[in-house]
């Protein structure tokens, strides 16, 4: 398994921007998938972007656009790249890792408040 540790959140105004990282302890090429999700205060977690090992991006429709997952491999880092926020953007971000045999890690969360 891998440890994630995630920083970047607070507080920014409806159009700002911020970047999420994800330091993960050990070499993230090898990892089978690496995703962004978020949970809203009374919401279900939902996958937000996913960066799958060949390099293949998702994310989902109501970020197209405003949303970049990245990686940088010399740093073992993930990163969500986040424009134009909106205040229905505000949760608690997760990195989480999955290995190809299913096992699955995550971070402890950082806050994201947009609000003006």
Not at 12 to 41: D, E
């Amino acid at each position: 398994q891998v440890q994630l540790m995630e920083s970047g959140g607070g507080l920014v105004q409806p159009g700002g921007s911020l970047r999420l990282s994800c330091a993960a302890s050990r070499n993230i090429v090898t990892i089978y998938a690496m995703n962004w999700y978020r949970q809203a205060p009374g919401k279900q977690r939902e996958r937000v972007a996913t960066l799958t090992q060949g390099g293949t991006t998702n994310h989902i429709d109501s970020v197209k656009g405003r949303f970049t997952i990245s990686r940088d491999n010399a740093k073992n880092t993930l990163y969500l790249q986040m424009n134009s926020l909106k205040p229905e953007d505000t949760a608690v971000y997760y990195c989480n890792a999955v290995s190809a045999q299913g096992f699955s890690s995550w971070g402890q969360g950082t806050q994201v408040t947009v609000s003006s």
